[in-house]
């Protein structure tokens, strides 16, 4: 016999979407902190190679991130089912998985930091300091992604303010030790990259005892269990979609970015400029995602269409209204926030040429968002792969169609990229919805 329908709230939604958009609003202060310390060093090249080093981990760990996302979408599942056993395994499980990829990443740094290093093509001196900054921080690599499982599984079982905890814990301690590193005791470079790996250190060791309370202080778990073929097979196919279309994320990322430096340094600038309007928008948006994440994947484990089909739906009004506010933000308050944040003249008025396209942004863009949730919650994960696939050759099909208008043509094709991720995926949704509840209906 069928459970009765359950009502998605607008309340439960915001109990895991604002934790997580605070979460996300607190990440950046890492950076903002690591840069004001060794800025204050008075030498460009160490600032350069600590910028250049946080783009190339921030890119790679999104590169494994699925750890995250999968622990997240099978423990929602298994919460929804009733299946309390599991959700320890799905924890240990995926530390596993993120303990053998950082150790992977630890084992392979030379090549690694030799082929991102030159793909980023700094000037000697930046190299040189990235290349020191990489060497340190590489080994926080097992500690960052089994952190991402653990705010995975948190969400999964709908504890986003303990999640919110961990990571607030992480960014603080951060902050703290690279203030006392660098400036206190004239670490330098090597301050911060330890600094970064005391906190990660930090965050785990708080996140593992408040897994050890909620599973009543047992996390072991079966040996056999933990290598069912099944269970591998399912979390592994998962996992490497996952992968695969993240990977086709960054790649459209990078192509921008790239595109954009082979205009000129004013048009990189400006598009530097613009895109942190694009990162603002998206910590509110990702916070709503989290919420399709684990609302959505809660219901494909009870069976519960009615409640899968509300959870959408909340996610998708509420993601469009914070669009639409953000997207009036940027058109009255844009051309401020310009000055603000850059005094060069020709970077102001670039900026401002490409600002339509940026108001424009989360509009698209919010469909995207809202749609990987709840993709990711159902594990969708083959069919989220090939649309992503399918949008990033819309973007390149676009950029080329329009190369010629310059970065004109290069913000048409972000747009071109966002509607096509949110468009494809709103279209493939009652097909996938019908097959996921099949047998319930």
Not at 20 to 40: C, D, H, K, Q
Not at 402 to 413: E, P, Q, V
Request: proline share 2%.
């Amino acid at each position: 016999m069928l459970a009765p329908p359950t009502r998605v709230t607008t309340a439960r939604v915001f109990s895991i979407a604002g934790p997580a958009m605070i979460a996300n609003l607190t990440t950046p202060l890492i950076g903002i902190v690591s840069t004001a310390a060794v800025g204050r060093l008075g030498d460009a090249a160490m600032l350069g190679g600590v910028a250049m080093a946080s783009f190339m981990f921030d890119c790679l760990f999104w590169l494994f991130a699925f750890v995250r996302m999968g622990t997240l979408a099978f423990t929602a599942q298994s919460l929804g089912a009733g299946e309390t056993d599991k959700l320890r395994l799905h924890l240990m499980r995926a530390l596993a998985v993120a303990g053998a990829i950082g150790a992977g990443l630890i084992a392979l740094q030379i090549p690694l930091a030799a082929i991102l290093l030159g793909a980023m093509g700094g000037s000697e001196g930046v190299t040189g300091a990235a290349r020191a900054y990489f060497s340190i921080r590489i080994w926080s690599a097992p500690l960052a992604l089994a952190n991402y499982v653990i705010l995975g599984w948190l969400i999964g079982l709908a504890r986003a303010r303990l999640a919110l905890a961990v990571q607030v814990a992480i960014n603080l301690v951060n902050m703290a030790t690279t203030t006392v590193l660098v400036l206190g005791l004239g670490a330098g470079i090597a301050g911060a990259a330890v600094a970064t790996i005391i906190a990660e250190a930090t965050g785990l060791l708080i996140g593992l005892i408040i897994a050890l309370r909620l599973s009543k202080g047992r996390l072991t778990v079966p040996y056999a269990a933990l290598l069912d073929r099944a269970a591998l097979r399912r979390m592994f196919a998962v996992n490497r979609d996952i992968m695969i279309r993240t990977a086709a994320l960054i790649a459209a990322f990078l192509f921008f970015v790239a595109q954009g430096a082979r205009a000129g340094d004013v048009t990189l600038a400006a598009n530097a400029v613009l895109n942190n309007f694009l990162l603002a928008s998206a910590f509110f948006l990702d916070g709503l995602a989290n919420a399709a994440e684990q609302l959505c994947g809660q219901a494909v484990g009870a069976r519960d269409r009615h409640a899968f089909a509300g959870a959408t739906g909340l996610v998708v009004a509420w993601g469009f209204g914070f669009a639409l506010l953000v997207a009036a933000c940027i058109a009255l308050f844009g051309p401020a926030l310009i000055d603000v944040m850059t005094a060069s003249g020709d970077v102001r008025a670039a900026a401002r040429n490409y600002l339509p396209f940026v108001a424009l942004s989360p509009l698209l863009s919010v469909f995207a968002f809202a749609f990987d949730g709840v993709y990711i919650g159902a594990t969708w994960a083959r069919d989220m792969r090939n649309l992503m696939l399918a949008s990033l050759a819309i973007f390149f099909t676009t950029w080329f169609a329009l190369r010629s208008f310059g970065n004109y043509g290069l913000w048409a094709a972000q747009l071109a990229h966002y509607a096509a991720r949110g468009g494809l995926q709103a279209a493939r949704y009652p097909q996938l919805l019908k097959a996921t509840f099949r047998e319930a209906s």
